[in-house]
């Protein structure tokens, strides 16, 4: 199976910081790669698919780039809505794969 | 809207079966897969599977941790996905989240608890 890393763990902000996530995956994912916000007791948010196309109503301040092995998902200008974990996915074969999650806290 | 709305969670002992579903509204369902994803407390996100839709004979895919003990089966008509548990042990405890697939998972349910204890 495809191994997603993401990195960091945790990631400690202020508010109208740009924060950058990282997601690399240990094979090949061309650009089978979705970004999700997960927030407790809530549904998690799909964000970014096909690694850099943003979801209909997520607002322009996310963005994701990369292909291949190498993801990043970017946030700029942070919300207070923002503070939450994020995790990458990615879909390339017919098992899929998250990564660990990233939580982005307030600092 | 699309809406998803997992039920059938609760407490349930270990090497015991549950069935949980997936009531889908909003959208066509049979023209979309469904799929599973669990997340145990504290943990990340884990892919369990995926039911294709019967375009492409209602096909499943399963993570090696729920192969052979986890099936999943779908009621177009109903528009309800459900996933069977069987077998289960202490580490499948979880919430789990049905989730709409397309270009990744782009619709999720709230997600319903599965506590697997003696």
């Known amino acids: 199976d495809i191994q997603m890393t993401q990195s960091p763990s945790t990631l400690s902000a202020f508010v109208g910081d740009r924060v950058t996530i990282t997601c690399r995956a240990s094979q090949s994912i061309s650009s089978w790669l979705a970004w999700y916000q997960l927030k407790p007791g809530k549904a998690p948010k799909q964000l970014i698919y096909r690694a850099s196309n943003l979801q209909s109503g997520v607002p322009s301040r996310f963005s994701g780039s990369g292909s291949g092995t190498e993801f990043t998902l970017t946030i700029n200008n942070l919300q207070p809505d923002d503070f939450a974990t994020y995790s990458c996915q990615q879909y390339s074969t017919s098992t899929w794969t998250f990564g660990q999650g990233t939580k982005v806290e307030v600092k | 809207e699309v809406q998803l709305v997992e039920s059938g969670g609760g407490w349930v002992q270990p090497g015991r079966s549950l069935r949980l579903s997936c009531t889908a509204s909003?959208?066509?369902?049979?023209?979309?897969?469904l799929a599973w994803v669990r997340q145990a407390p504290g943990k990340g996100l884990e892919w369990v599977g995926f039911?294709?839709?019967?375009?492409?004979?209602?096909?499943?895919e399963y993570a090696a941790s729920v192969k052979g003990r986890f099936s999943m089966s779908r009621d177009d008509s109903k528009s309800i996905g459900y996933l069977q548990m069987n077998s289960l042990k202490i580490e499948d405890t979880a919430v789990y989240y049905c989730?709409?697939?397309?270009?990744?998972?782009?619709?999720w349910g709230q997600g319903t608890l599965v506590t697997v204890s003696p």
């Open positions: 909003g959208f066509t369902f049979g023209d979309y897969a």
């Open positions: 989730a709409r697939e397309k270009t990744g998972l782009d619709f």
């Open positions: 039911i294709r839709r019967k375009a492409y004979d209602e096909t499943t």
